[in-house]
């Protein structure tokens, strides 16, 4: 089914619906609604779905594009439709400053932080003078096109559908692009992303910008649709309730954040018309119920409505890859000595407290040279791996990448000189599919950025981008699951899918961390060819792997640790008989 198909179908429906001879005025207005609060749950889903930021505040936003609209456009006679401009600046311009204290936070002091500076907000509109204060602002404009003014909920339904399809389309396709991926992989954790070079924070910000400029423009229409604006529907109750549209609907989908919407608002309205005319109008009984009825609705769908009907519709699509990744360019070399080494570590100390992980190890890595890092559990070879690739600072110690100093160097920074890795535990994202995981490892070799993406115009680089994934997906063997989930997979092909993901950078250093694990004799097999192919190119591997047998077969050099320290180093014959290795790791000889 081609992309724009669905598209096309949901614009013809809306379009129609108020078309529909009779249909009452009051069911135009609640469609108007549910417009305006899918705009805010569409940011949250790229928000709190996709990004994994949860936010309770966004009805604050909202009140900045309705307050910047309502004032202008009383004060100064300015046309609605110029003041929209200023309107989505003013809530970009907030979630700034707001975006660059919040996004820092973690755990439970996000959502925190986000209520804090809602109820804020909220208590400040209802103070300031020139807002109104509690009454704040009415006689706002109606929007206008030509002679027709929108004073009716009729007219003004086609600019309010027009805007959630165009923020769904742009939604869409920030997700479908470079971008997009670098802010689904934040959902899993920073650490795998950062290793490609993504910047956590500027994405998370990026995102948290772009679903307050969402809201905003939610708050822009409101404004001119209600024609008066007070703080009331900017609380931190909306906020709320801006959080839950999107949770049910299915945080993680852009049409959920529409369906969510209508799911609430028209339960929401049905319960109010009718619970009072079944128990005498006594209390607010429709609030309980509509509690109790989304927690029911969760407990059936807790990834949300839209998911859940998907999966009643199992269609599977495949994605086309046309491009040529032979455009696509090559990572800048750093260069150096052919002779010197590629990686050196010289005396490297990790000390958490009073316990030395890392104790004064030493070793190198030659050009098209593979060597072992071996030990007991506990040993610090994983945490090795964090030094050398900037995740963990040094305590002491040096670690040189062509003869440049990379200890405490961050992440986005050690990738840039040619080290790519894998993970002990494996850091896919589940619901990617396998090119789109692996495609995350080029992040660095693209250059499109938001607003090409959000316009279309990123093709040609997104092209090359996925090509080049799908050609190392190719290249170890898992042609066949390209458009799988990564969560779908074993636990072994996952681990190959890691590795697909890390020569997608087009790495010099290639890090592995127990490749082999959970692989087959005969996928250990095809794993081992695949890299003594890459050493023959000219790559070099460092690889952490308990398999004794796989490192014994493969590996020109072997690094022992022992409790952080290197107790033994040279080839793997030199090894088999290190009495040293023999007591602490290999076992007792019989």
């Given at each position: 089914m081609?992309?724009w ?10 379009t129609?619906?108020?078309l529909i001879?009779?249909i ?9 609604n549910?417009?305006?609060?899918a ?13 994994g930021?949860?936010s ?15 004032y ?31 996004v ?5 002091y ?6 804090a ?12 003078d ?14 206008s ?6 004073y009716?909920p ?9 805007m ?34 993504v910047?956590?924070?500027r ?7 772009y679903?307050?400029?969402?809201a905003?423009l939610s ?11 007070n703080?009331?529907?900017f ?12 949770v049910?609907g ?6 959920g ?25 006594q ?27 998907a999966n ?9 890859v046309t491009g ?6 090559a990572?800048e ?5 052919t ?16 316990v030395?992980?890392?104790?004064d ?25 964090n ?18 100093p990379?200890d ?26 396998v ?27 997104e092209?090359?981008l ?13 042609g066949a699951?390209i ?14 899918v ?6 997608c950078a ?11 694990a ?14 003594r192919q ?8 460092l ?5 004794m ?8 050099r ?17 090894i ?9 790791y ?5």
């Amino acid at each position: 089914m081609p992309r724009w198909l669905p598209i096309l179908l949901f614009a013809a429906v809306m379009t129609a619906l108020p078309l529909i001879p009779g249909i009452p005025p009051f069911w135009i207005v609640l469609l108007d609604n549910i417009g305006l609060a899918a705009l805010v749950a569409m940011g949250l889903v790229l928000l709190t779905g996709v990004g994994g930021l949860t936010s309770f505040g966004q009805a604050a936003f909202c009140g900045f594009g309705a307050y910047t609209t309502a004032y202008i456009t009383t004060v100064y006679g300015i046309s609605p439709w110029l003041a929209l401009p200023a309107s989505l600046v003013v809530a970009g311009i907030a979630a700034v400053l707001l975006g660059l204290m919040t996004v820092r936070l973690s755990g439970h002091y996000l959502p925190l932080g986000t209520i804090a500076w809602g109820i804020a907000l909220y208590y400040l509109f209802s103070k300031l003078d020139f807002l109104g204060r509690n009454d704040g602002i009415s006689r706002v404009p109606p929007l206008s096109i030509g002679p027709i003014d929108m004073y009716d909920p009729h007219t003004i339904y086609f600019v309010i559908w027009a805007m959630v399809l165009i923020s769904a389309v742009l939604t869409m396709n920030l997700l479908d692009s470079r971008t997009g991926r670098a802010i689904r992989a934040l959902r899993r954790g920073h650490v795998a992303a950062e290793a490609f070079g993504v910047q956590t924070a500027r994405a998370k910000l990026l995102v948290f910008i772009y679903a307050a400029v969402l809201a905003g423009l939610s708050g822009w229409l409101y404004a001119h649709f209600q024609r008066n604006v007070n703080p009331t529907p900017f609380g931190p109750q909306a906020g709320i309730e801006y959080l839950f549209i999107a949770v049910v609907g299915g945080a993680g989908y852009v049409w959920g954040g529409v369906l969510g919407a209508a799911i609430v608002i028209i339960l929401k309205e049905v319960l109010q018309g009718y619970l009072p005319l079944l128990f005498g109008g006594q209390g607010q009984l429709e609030i309980i119920v509509f509690g109790i009825l989304l927690v029911v609705l969760l407990q059936l769908a807790p990834g949300g409505v839209w998911p859940w009907l998907a999966n009643l519709v199992p269609l599977k699509f495949r994605r086309a890859v046309t491009g040529n990744a032979d455009g696509l360019p090559a990572r800048e070399r750093v260069g150096g000595s052919t002779t010197a080494p590629l990686l050196k570590v010289e005396r490297a100390r990790k000390q958490f407290g009073g316990v030395v992980a890392v104790n004064d190890v030493s070793f190198e890595v030659n050009a098209a040279e593979i060597v072992a890092l071996i030990g007991p559990n506990g040993a610090g070879k994983s945490t090795t791996f964090n030094l050398i690739t900037g995740i963990l600072t040094t305590t002491g110690g040096r670690i040189e990448v062509h003869g440049k100093p990379v200890d405490n160097t961050p992440p986005q920074e050690v990738v840039k000189l040619g080290i790519a890795r894998t993970f002990q535990h494996v850091k896919l994202v589940p619901d990617m599919t396998v090119l789109e995981n692996v495609a995350i490892g080029a992040h660095l070799r693209g250059r499109s950025g938001a607003i090409t993406s959000m316009l279309r115009f990123d093709r040609g680089d997104e092209a090359k981008l996925l090509a080049e994934a799908a050609r190392q997906i190719e290249r170890v063997g898992l042609g066949a699951e390209i458009d799988q989930l990564a969560g779908s997979l074993s636990l072994g092909q996952q681990r190959i899918v890691e590795i697909a993901r890390a020569l997608c950078a087009d790495p010099e250093l290639l890090l592995l961390d127990e490749p082999a694990a959970g692989l087959r004799h005969m996928e250990k097999q095809r794993l081992a060819a695949l890299l003594r192919q890459l050493k023959d190119s000219g790559m070099s591997v460092l690889l952490v792997e308990h398999d004794m047998g796989f490192v014994m077969d493969l590996a020109d050099r072997i690094v022992v640790l022992d409790f952080g320290t290197r107790i033994a180093e040279g080839t793997p014959d030199a090894i088999k008989t290190n009495p040293d290795v023999i007591k602490a790791y290999l076992g007792a000889l019989a």
